[in-house]
């Protein structure tokens, strides 16, 4: 795929280009790797005067067997090599600018340290430091059908390992053993590892965003909140989902997840292209907030996903933007009533126009309330 990579670095030159700086250094990983296909650590990219570097400290290893994701750069690009162990690719990449003529330099202010800043521009006084911003993450907000792909592929995989562990006995099982036997199940189904710190969470636990899980077992009736994620390739999708525990559902835990299902189905209904962020945000908010629940509520409904879990767009009562077509984003609402447990509900989905049959679903495990 090298001509993909040389039109994504294309487009940034156009970006830099226009904002009057004609080379730039990307040392963001995930930027690096989706600009020239490297998942190098510590690599990063100079898109220079006269040709692109991938500056490294050390030569990239091919793996012995076939790669979860590209760990080579594309052909197009060559790779420089530190001379010596301890020194750091970005500020050998500003000299290298500097050695190709270049006048100024944009740098990903908000990934580099103070100390690593400093450091570039004492190794090359001549160069002008500008802020090339967010535009490699802009870039990356809508995806191709490639990457498409592999999120499809990535939702795949974690369906598959939440399915399975449906299937085993619960009852008398910790949360962390749970959570430790779905990210041995992702592997196992071909993930290159979990998107994110798998989460279950039981009993009063469940339905917390960002709950670890402990060493407290599942008990008969209790809810059972599990959010896990697969990267394939680099890239990683999520999904959530809440069950009952041995025994028929109480009226209140029935009465809970039906609200917090109609508000996930808002939130998946107002996905069309055009749509403004805060306005899907809103759509599924509203129907938990018109219930009693605005307090507590998390931040935000949902998010983008790509090579990174959590990216633009943020789908938030503040978010400023529109959805275009081809973005993958997570909508997952819930609600946590504490000491009781909670639901949460969220899926992988990727932005399309009604002419092509709308929204489409990657995470396609059952939302129906469960007793396992």
Not at 103 to 127: C, D, K, M, N, W
């Amino acid at each position: 795929m090298p001509e993909v990579y040389e039109t994504r670095r294309a487009r940034l030159r156009d970006r830099c280009n226009a904002s009057g700086s004609a080379t730039a250094l990307v040392s963001r990983p995930a930027n690096v790797r989706y600009l020239t296909g490297a998942t190098a650590p510590g690599a990063v990219l100079l898109l220079g005067r006269t040709e692109d570097l991938l500056v490294h400290g050390a030569a990239p290893e091919a793996p012995a067997g076939p790669p979860p994701g590209a760990v080579r750069p594309d052909g197009a690009l060559r790779v420089h090599t530190l001379p010596g162990p301890g020194g750091d690719p970005a500020v050998a990449a500003a000299g290298l600018a500097a050695a190709q003529g270049a006048e100024s330099l944009a740098v990903e202010e908000h990934h580099l340290t103070v100390g690593r800043y400093r450091a570039i521009g004492s190794v090359a006084p001549g160069l002008c430091l500008a802020d090339v911003g967010g535009a490699v993450e802009q870039l990356r907000v809508t995806k191709d059908e490639e990457e498409i792909s592999c999120l499809r592929i990535g939702a795949e995989i974690a369906d598959q390992a939440l399915g399975e562990l449906l299937e085993s006995i619960l009852v008398g099982r910790t949360e962390r053993h749970l959570a430790l036997e779905l990210e041995r199940r992702l592997v196992d189904h071909g993930a290159d590892g979990p998107a994110f710190r798998t989460s279950v969470g039981t009993g009063p636990h469940s339905g917390r965003r960002l709950h670890r899980p402990t060493d407290r077992r599942v008990e008969e009736g209790d809810f059972l909140s599990v959010r896990l994620g697969a990267t394939y390739r680099g890239y990683r999708c999520e999904i959530g989902r809440t069950f009952v525990i041995g025994t028929s559902p109480a009226d209140w835990q029935i009465e809970l997840y039906d609200l917090v299902f109609a508000a996930q189905r808002a939130g998946r209904e107002a996905l069309v292209p055009g749509a403004a962020c805060r306005d899907v945000d809103h759509a599924a908010r509203q129907v938990l907030a018109s219930a009693g629940y605005a307090e507590g509520l998390p931040a935000s409904t949902g998010h983008g996903v790509g090579l990174e879990i959590d990216e633009e767009p943020q789908l938030a009562p503040a978010a400023m933007g529109k959805l275009d077509a081809c973005v993958p984003v997570t909508v997952e609402p819930g609600v946590h009533l504490p000491g009781r447990g909670g639901v949460r509900i969220d899926d992988t989905l990727v932005v399309r126009p009604e002419a092509d049959g709308g929204p489409e679903l990657l995470t396609i495990t059952t939302k129906e309330l469960l007793a396992l």
